[in-house]
């Protein structure tokens, strides 16, 4: 049974910082490129950032063209966990924050139709 547990959600302030994590089980982590995404109240679901499976030239990311700069994903296989530190943070980013895994190992896809299993999300409020 895979499961996908997010943590670090909170509420911070406009400028401060929080760093999420993703701890995965019940797949074989190393193989999987993982994704976070955001879901505002009212709003679609929003691809943030991507990283794929650690190769021999080493992993890809992909960022949101609006969290570039400030947000940097990063993975570690050995914790089969994933992170989101996320800097600089706007009122605007206030939402739930999902993690994702899919199984193309090679490919920081956007489209949240592309990841097989999401955890149940954490939510981050920046007050302004």
């Known amino acids: 049974q895979v499961q996908l547990v997010e943590s670090g959600g909170g509420l911070v302030q406009a400028g401060g910082s929080l760093r999420l994590s993703c701890a995965a089980s019940?797949?074989?982590?190393?193989?999987?490129?993982m994704g976070w995404f955001r879901q505002a109240p009212g709003k679609e679901r929003d691809f943030v950032a991507a990283?794929?499976?650690?190769?021999?030239?080493?992993?890809?990311?992909r960022y949101a063209d609006s969290v570039k700069g400030r947000f940097t994903i990063s993975r570690d296989n050995a914790k089969n966990t994933v992170y989101l530190q996320m800097n600089s943070l706007k009122p605007e980013e206030t939402a739930v924050y999902y993690c994702?895994?899919?199984?193309?190992?090679?490919?920081?896809?956007?489209?949240?139709?592309?990841?097989?299993?999401w955890g149940q999300g954490t939510q981050v409020t920046v007050s302004s």
């Open positions: 994702a895994a899919d199984p193309t190992s090679w490919v920081t896809s956007t489209s949240g139709g592309q990841y097989t299993y």
């Open positions: 990283i794929t499976a650690i190769t021999w030239t080493g992993s890809s990311t």
């Open positions: 019940g797949l074989t982590f190393s193989t999987y490129t």
